[in-house]
């Protein structure tokens, strides 16, 4: 699976952007899709995450009620709507796509470490 980010870059604090991950086979199996941000000298961070399949979502505090992540599977793409934006949301966006659990579903997606397939990331840069 190669995963390929776009939508980065500059915008004024509490305007909105949305980011595209777009996969070259989600193949009719679920995944769990994960958004990621890094900043400089800062840990990754889980910040979203939705199972394609049923399409639950999963959120950090951080960007609760401002991002909004959902998919498209007809396009295999995955969005995250990041509105109210904050100059602390400046940062490198990943997206990551791993396998759905059997009966845990995307249990522990905001771990780096739980996925397998990465996009080379896109810059947010909130001023």
């Known amino acids: 699976v190669q995963l390929v980010e776009s939508g980065g870059g500059s915008v004024q604090a509490g305007g909105s952007l949305r980011l595209s991950c777009a996969a070259s086979?989600?193949?009719?199996?679920?995944?769990?899709i994960g958004w990621f941000r890094q900043a400089p000298g800062k840990e990754r961070e889980g910040i979203a995450s939705?199972?394609?399949?049923?399409?639950?979502?999963d959120y950090a505090d951080s960007v609760k009620g401002r991002f909004t992540i959902s998919h498209d599977n007809a396009k295999n793409t995955v969005y995250l709507q990041m509105d109210s934006l904050k100059p602390e949301d400046t940062a490198m966006y990943y997206c990551?796509?791993?396998?759905?659990?059997?009966?845990?579903?995307?249990?522990?997606?905001?771990?780096?470490?739980?996925?397998?397939?990465w996009g080379q990331g896109t810059q947010v840069t909130v001023s």
């Open positions: 990551a796509a791993d396998r759905v659990y059997e009966f845990s579903g995307c249990a522990g997606w905001a771990n780096p470490r739980r996925y397998t397939y």
């Open positions: 939705i199972e394609t399949g049923g399409g639950s979502t």
């Open positions: 086979v989600y193949t009719n199996s679920k995944k769990c």
